[in-house]
């Protein structure tokens, strides 16, 4: 079982990107699956997170209005598309599943987790 985050990479302040996050060895479909971040130093923080059939979403405060979470259960990936980025949002970004299928922003709560991708924003 391996959840595979992608898409990172150096961007300019104001710039976007889309982070993928991909599932093998089983399906998700009946989880819901969050978006963390870590930047040096600091915690693991939650970003958003979507329920296992995308009606149900939540965020962070920091970046509500800004990024945008969604899935496709058919190719067992979820996205996260992160516009406006700010020298802030610099971290490593992991995918995880949850153990419900309902959104969690409790790290405890997810039991998968990949390996993450590094995003840096420049100002």
């Known amino acids: 079982v391996q959840l595979q985050a992608s898409g990172g990479g150096l961007v300019q302040a104001g710039g976007s990107l889309r982070l993928s996050c991909a599932a093998s060895?089983?399906?998700?479909?009946?989880?819901?699956i969050g978006w963390f971040r870590q930047a040096p130093g600091k915690e693991r923080e939650f970003i958003a997170s979507?329920?296992?059939?995308?009606?149900?979403?939540k965020y962070a405060d920091s970046v509500k209005g800004r990024f945008t979470i969604s899935r496709d259960n058919a190719k067992n990936t979820v996205f996260l598309q992160m516009n406006n980025l700010k020298p802030e949002d610099t971290a490593v970004y992991y995918c995880?599943?949850?153990?419900?299928?309902?959104?969690?922003?409790?790290?405890?709560?997810?039991?998968?987790w990949g390996q993450g991708t590094l995003v840096t924003v420049s100002s």
């Open positions: 979507i329920s296992w059939n995308g009606g149900s979403t």
């Open positions: 060895g089983r399906t998700f479909s009946n989880n819901a």
């Open positions: 995880a599943a949850a153990h419900y299928a309902v959104p969690s922003t409790t790290p405890g709560l997810h039991r998968y």
